[in-house]
């Protein structure tokens, strides 16, 4: 029996039929999935041509873009949370969420920005 207030369990398999739809028939959301999967194929195209020529360049490039396919699954995930129903719990909706994930991926470069400094820095005193 259900008890009021509890939301209904959604099962693992409708929920990414429900991503991908709602992915597929948003052009905005659209958008940024495929540029995700297009950036992702690249990725793994770097990072098996890198390892067999044995080129830390490709290797490195392949990892940042790796965190530049983390970003955007960060705001396509954002994107399906905030066109969510609004519910009695939350009478506003999810359309908050968006900003926050804008937060995270601030954050997330700054983070990002400060080891390219770092490792820079390094390399300057050890070429």
């Known amino acids: 029996m259900e008890e009021v207030g509890l939301r209904p369990r959604i099962s693992e398999d409708s929920l990414v039929y429900d991503f991908v739809r709602t992915c597929y028939e948003n052009s905005?959301?659209?958008?940024?999935a495929v540029f995700f999967i297009i950036n992702l194929s690249f990725m793994f195209v770097e990072l098996v041509y890198g390892y067999l020529?044995?080129?830390l360049g490709l290797i490195s490039d392949s990892f940042h873009m790796l965190f530049d396919c983390m970003a955007l699954f960060i705001g396509l995930c954002a994107s399906y949370i905030a066109k969510m129903k609004a519910d009695k719990h939350y009478t506003y909706g999810f359309g908050r969420v968006?900003?926050?994930s804008g937060l995270f991926n601030g954050i997330f470069?700054?983070?990002?920005?400060f080891n390219i400094f770092c490792e820079s820095i390094e390399r300057i005193f050890e070429p």
Do not use: G, H, M
């Not at 470069?109 to 920005?113: D, N, Q, S």
């Open 109 to 113: 470069l700054v983070f990002i920005a």
């Open 53 to 55: 020529s044995n080129s």
């Open 28 to 32: 905005d959301t659209r958008k940024i």
């Open 98 to 100: 968006e900003t926050l």
